[in-house]
C-alpha cells in the first residue's frame, strides 16, 4: 500500500526558509512522479510544484525563483525548499503521487509565515 508521510512544517518569519519532506513507501518510489499542493484556509487545494520520475521539475508562478523541488530516490524521499517565505505562503502542504488512476495523498503538514 501506497503511503506518503510530509514533515518539516512549522512556524517561521516572513523572508525564512523551511524544507519540506515526503517520505514514500508501498511504491517503487524512482518509476513514480510526484507533486506538491496546498490549501489555504477557505482556499482550494493548489499545485505548488511537481517533479517527473527523471527529475524534470515544474513550478506554479507564485512559487518560480523561491521554492525548490527534488528528490532522491535512494532514500524513497521528495523535498520542498522553500525560501523567502511570505505570509501568503500559509497553509498545510501535501505530498501527493498517481498511479494507475488513483492519486494516494499525505496527511499534510502545516506552513505558518507570521511575524
Known amino acids: 500500500q501506497v503511503q506518503l508521510v510530509e514533515s518539516g512544517g512549522g512556524l517561521v518569519q516572513p523572508g525564512g526558509s523551511l524544507r519540506l519532506s515526503c517520505a514514500a513507501s508501498?511504491?517503487?518510489?524512482?518509476?513514480?512522479?510526484m507533486g506538491w499542493y496546498r490549501q489555504a484556509p477557505g482556499k482550494q487545494r493548489e499545485l505548488v510544484a511537481s517533479?517527473?520520475?527523471?527529475?524534470?521539475?515544474g513550478y506554479a508562478d507564485f512559487v518560480k525563483g523561491r521554492f525548490t523541488i527534488s528528490r532522491d530516490n535512494a532514500k524513497n524521499t521528495m523535498y520542498l525548499q522553500m525560501s523567502s517565505l511570505k505570509p501568503e505562503d500559509t497553509a498545510v502542504y501535501y505530498c501527493?503521487?498517481?498511479?494507475?488512476?488513483?492519486?494516494?495523498w499525505g496527511q499534510g503538514t502545516q506552513v505558518t509565515v507570521s511575524s
Open positions: 501527493k503521487t498517481s498511479w494507475g488512476g488513483i492519486d494516494y
Open positions: 508501498g511504491m517503487i518510489f524512482s518509476i513514480y512522479g
Open positions: 517533479i517527473s520520475s527523471g527529475g524534470i521539475t
